[in-house]
C-alpha cells in the first residue's frame, strides 16, 4: 500500500468528522473551564503526539474519544462521579449513531470514552483507549494542570492549603480540603499509570515541573518544610 496515499486519505477522514464532533462537545455548555473545548484540544494535540509514536492505532476512534469523553461532566464531589465517564460513552455512541459514524468502530470509542476516566478505574484494553487514557492525564499534569486543578478547587470551595503544613508532613493528605494536596494524592500518581511509554516521558517531565513549583508554592507561603516527594 502507498502510504502516503493511506496517511492522506486517514487525515481526510480526520478532518471531515473533527467539525462534527467538535458540535456534539459543545452543544451543551456547562461553563467549566477545566473540561472547555480548549481542554478536549489539549487532548487531542497530545493524542496526535502520542500516536505519531504508535501509527497503529486507529487515529479517528482515538480523535472521537478525545472529544466526546466528557459529554456527561459531573462534579468531583458528585456521589455518581465515577460513573461518568459510562454515561459518556453510551451519550457518545448514541450521538454518532445519528451522524452515520462508521459502526464498526463505535464499540472501541465506547471502551476508550470509558476507561479514560482516573476515578472509573477501568483498565484501558486497546491501543486507542490507552492514548486517550495518557492524553487525558497529561493534561492533569504541567502548568495548565496546575491551573486546571487550581480552578476546580475554587469552585469547590476547598482551601488553597493548609496554613502549618501545606506539605502534609505531619497529617494524611486530603485534596477534599487542600487544593495544594491533589498533587500528592493524585497529581505525582500519574506518571506510574500511563500506558504508552512516549506518554510516561511526557508525564514523567511535567511532574518534575509540578514538584518544582510547589516546592515554590510552600517557600512562598512561610511554612518551614522540606520537600516531601519527588519524581524520579
Given at each position: ?16 468528522w ?6 456534539l462537545?459543545t ?18 494535540s ?5 500516536l ?60 476508550a ?24 492525564r ?5 502548568a495548565?494542570?496546575?491551573?486546571r ?5 475554587g ?8 496554613s ?9 493528605a ?26 510516561r ?6 511532574a ?13 507561603w ?11
Open positions: 500500500m502507498d502510504t502516503s496515499f493511506a496517511t492522506s486519505s486517514q487525515d481526510a477522514v480526520l478532518a471531515l473533527r467539525p462534527r464532533l467538535i458540535r462537545a452543544a451543551s455548555d456547562d461553563n467549566d473551564g477545566a473540561h472547555d473545548l480548549n481542554h478536549l484540544e489539549r487532548v487531542w497530545s493524542a496526535r503526539t502520542l505519531a509514536a504508535l501509527p497503529q492505532a486507529d487515529a479517528l476512534v482515538v480523535m472521537a474519544a478525545c472529544y466526546l469523553h466528557d459529554l456527561v461532566n459531573l462534579p468531583k464531589n458528585h456521589p455518581e462521579r465515577r460513573q461518568a465517564s459510562r454515561m459518556s460513552a453510551q451519550a457518545a455512541v448514541a450521538q454518532l449513531s445519528a451522524l452515520d459514524f462508521p459502526r464498526g468502530r463505535l464499540a472501541a470509542v465506547a471502551h470514552i470509558e476507561a479514560h476516566s482516573y476515578s472509573a478505574g477501568i483498565v484501558a484494553e486497546t491501543m486507542e483507549a490507552k492514548i486517550v487514557q495518557d492524553a487525558d497529561l493534561d492533569a499534569l504541567g495548565v494542570g496546575l491551573a486543578m487550581f480552578h476546580v478547587g469552585q469547590l470551595g476547598r482551601a488553597l492549603a493548609d502549618n503544613d501545606p506539605l502534609a508532613l505531619q497529617r494524611t486530603d485534596d477534599s480540603c487542600y487544593t495544594l494536596d491533589h498533587i500528592e494524592c493524585k497529581l505525582l500518581r500519574l506518571p506510574a499509570t500511563m500506558q504508552t511509554a512516549p506518554g516521558a511526557l508525564a514523567e517531565e511535567r518534575r515541573w509540578v514538584v518544582a513549583f510547589r516546592d515554590q508554592f510552600v517557600a512562598e512561610g511554612a518551614e518544610q522540606g520537600s516531601a516527594k519527588t519524581v524520579p
